[in-house]
């Protein structure tokens, strides 16, 4: 307590001495905005060393001695406009197994413990318009990961378990694209703005991403990679004089490419017709607004005085939407933007507001009400001020190090932008006037020309949204997988051939009448995972769309139920969960594939049975029987002496993406009459993953009818 006492004396005997030190005057203290402000200082950037190579590839290098540190980037012409609608996702998955893959020497696994113990990258990335490859090490190390880049750049290997899990990787994306209402958004709003098919506005679906084929990227990559369709820039601590040799010894004898054809955005827009567009969901209490319409390129001349006009009207605290929604009004969380400007395409006119759902319709209404009022209020002097010396004094941290001057000239050189364009940056802002602002403003932002988009829940909003106007329904429905690959050659009808080995299966496992006779069947059963003990599972169908499982684990016994009305688990701490519609698809059609089911129909004209080619399982060679109509396909390989089941092929869809399953069955057993497989050994895409054993069945036991019926949901469950 007193070394406390001690130093507030000494505080406030400071403080004194600096008061009496001031300057005394009688006068009042000057106002902050009399202060003089000095010019900002001329935009001198350092800037890169250019070096074109005789065959075509293109250099930069910028030197910075405060690190000893060696950065690289290289950009790649051809990105994922380029590919092909029947394939989306084939850059995505390129620039990763690019790396992942390895090369011919080296796999990938191998690059990652080599990397890692010099404390260096290599990486590859996609976009748009390019790709790329990047490193990064210590000044000591580039001779030893300057190898690694350029082995990587000139051979790489795609290897296809690297490919499989890529795919894994895509399709476990798209299972989760619509879990974020902001993503949602923002996928659907670029939709709006460019046109659905355009490419700049596609996504990956699970059929095209299951399209693409090691090939496609062994080609994509003998198409793009050549040095005449490279730029290179490096930066970091070293000589350029010396980086230059460096660089012209490894490259300087790499064969130039075919030219390809320049790239002038001759991609067609087809913005979507004004108007309102929704998306309804009910598990949120805000609405996500977007309203879009196709902005400009950054050649266009008016870019400069656009620039100034968005920070103006929509791009920070003290914008006008910022000031009146949110500051006056109270209506948003967010709002902002103005006319989006691409180097490449047109970017994208965007204003952005989020609001709680009960003030939907209200806060529409505010922005139209604002963009109308540009006509009468244009922007002022003051309020191109403002935006002005925001722009400004942001600019210099856009551009504070060597290695962003050389990011910079990387994309104007890619572009084809005047090597200037930067440097002119600067003035070109200050000559901004509110005149230009105002005219770009009336030029390019039309609120009769916007597609609005809302995303939240409708039976929450404070007026329907139709109220605005004509209002159209965005269905965010994600395409299942595609069937087995070549299901469209696949037999739509029965043959002959198949119609008898179905009923040769059905005799086999104790006759039609008495697989007819079964209505429901319980079974105690034991899985076993690739890894670790067997779990018990108890088991409950009635046919055709009725199943209850109970699953024991550590934490207590996790219940799983489908019925026509719901499909939902629960446990004890966790509650109960509906499950989602692709989950519950998945498990009607896991009972629709049971043995039982599809063999009580094989005199049924809705199922077809299809025989085909003959295959080996195990020693046994085997008729492929194709089933189909009625249900998902599955394919039986089937004894043709003993009418026995050995093998069953089908397509199913796990928690990451589609997978092809296959399942050996075996070890028969007599029970009641019916002779069924009591072990069953599964793999997906050729994983093994578990194996189920039947321990106990019992057909037509007596059920509880609510056993398949949905409780009441109670306070803290998830419906």
């Known amino acids: 307590m007193k070394m406390k006492r001690t130093m507030l004396v000494a505080l406030v005997l400071a403080a004194a001495v600096m008061l009496t030190c001031l300057p005394q005057s009688p006068a009042q203290a000057v106002s902050w905005q009399q202060i003089p402000i000095p010019p900002l200082p001329v935009f001198k950037p350092q800037q890169p060393k250019r070096i074109e190579l005789p065959n075509g590839m293109v250099i930069f290098l910028q030197e910075d001695h405060e690190l000893p540190l060696i950065d690289g980037t290289t950009r790649i012409r051809g990105g994922s406009h380029h590919e092909p609608a029947s394939k989306v996702g084939l850059v995505d998955l390129y620039s990763e197994v690019w790396r992942t893959g390895g090369t011919k020497t080296q796999t990938g696994d191998q690059l990652d413990d080599f990397l890692e113990v010099h404390a260096a990258k290599v990486e590859t990335g996609g976009g748009p318009d390019s790709t790329s490859i990047n490193w990064s090490c210590l000044k000591g190390d580039f001779d030893d990961v300057f190898k690694v880049f350029v082995d990587l750049l000139q051979n790489p290997e795609f290897r296809p378990d690297k490919i499989e899990i890529a795919q894994k990787g895509m399709y476990d994306a798209i299972s989760r694209r619509n879990d974020q209402v902001g993503e949602i958004a923002q996928r659907e709003a670029i939709k709006l703005a460019y046109g659905a098919d355009n490419p700049y506005a596609r996504v990956p679906e699970y059929a095209t991403a299951a399209a693409v084929t090691r090939q496609d990227l062994i080609d994509w990559h003998g198409t793009y990679v050549h040095p005449n369709n490279i730029i290179l820039g490096v930066s970091g601590d070293f000589d350029a004089t010396a980086m230059e040799a460096k660089l012209r010894a490894a490259f300087d004898s790499w064969p130039k490419g075919p030219t390809l054809p320049q790239d002038k955005d001759e991609v067609q827009y087809h913005p979507a017709p004004p108007g309102y567009y929704v998306i309804s969901k009910e598990d949120v209490n805000q609405s996500t607004i977007h309203m879009v319409g196709l902005g400009i390129r950054r050649d266009n001349p008016d870019y400069y005085a656009v620039s100034v006009f968005n920070e103006a009207f929509g791009g920070g605290f003290s914008s006008r939407l910022f000031n009146d929604i949110r500051t006056k009004r109270g209506l948003a969380y967010n709002v902002g933007g103005g006319i989006g400007a691409n180097f490449g395409h047109p970017g994208i006119l965007q204003i952005e507001m989020g609001t709680k759902s009960q003030s939907t319709v209200e806060a529409v209404q505010a922005v139209d009400e604002d963009i109308e009022n540009l006509a009468k209020n244009p922007i002022t002097e003051e309020e191109i001020k403002h935006a002005k010396d925001a722009i400004l004094n942001a600019f210099i941290f856009r551009l504070d190090s060597p290695d962003k001057i050389l990011a910079e000239r990387i994309t104007y050189e890619f572009y084809g932008y005047p090597a200037d364009w930067l440097d002119k940056y600067e003035a070109e802002i200050k000559k901004v006037a509110a005149a230009d602002a105002n005219r770009v403003g009336m030029k390019y932002l039309h609120r009769d020309q916007l597609a609005t988009l809302v995303v939240g829940n409708t039976k929450e909003f404070d007026k329907p949204l139709s109220s605005l106007g004509p209002v159209k329904e965005i269905d965010i429905t994600i395409p299942p997988p595609p069937g087995e690959q070549g299901q469209e050659a696949k037999p739509t009808a029965s043959n002959p051939e198949g119609k008898a080995l179905a009923e040769k299966v059905a005799a086999a496992m104790g006759g039609l009448p008495k697989l007819q006779s079964v209505k429901s069947l319980h079974a105690n059963v034991t899985e076993s995972e690739a890894q670790g003990p067997p779990t018990p599972l108890d088991v409950t169908i009635a046919f055709p769309d ?126 009641d009459g019916l002779t069924l497989p009591f072990l069953h050994k599964n793999k997906q895409n050729g994983q093994e993953t578990s194996t189920s054993e039947f321990k106990q069945v019992q057909f037509n036991p007596p059920i509880d009818p609510k056993l398949f019926e949905k409780p009441a949901e109670k306070a803290g469950t998830t419906p």
């Open 546 to 671: 009725r199943m209850h499982v109970k699953v024991q684990t550590p934490n207590g016994d996790l219940t799983i139920v489908l019925s026509p009305d719901a499909a939902y688990m629960s446990m004890p701490g966790m509650g109960l969960r509906s499950l989602p519609p692709a989950q519950k698809n998945e498990m009607l059609d896991e009972l629709h594939h049971d043995l039982i089911y599809i063999a009580q129909h094989v005199n049924d004209p809705a199922f077809t049975f299809s025989a085909g080619g003959n295959e080996k399982v195990g020693d046994v060679q085997t008729t492929t029987l194709d089933i189909g109509g009625a249900v998902p396909w599955v394919r039986w390989y089937v004894d043709p002496q003993s009418g026995r089941i050995l093998r069953e092929d089908y397509k199913g869809l796990g928690q990451s993406g589609p997978f092809h399953g296959e399942t050996d069955l075996s070890d028969w057993r007599a029970v």
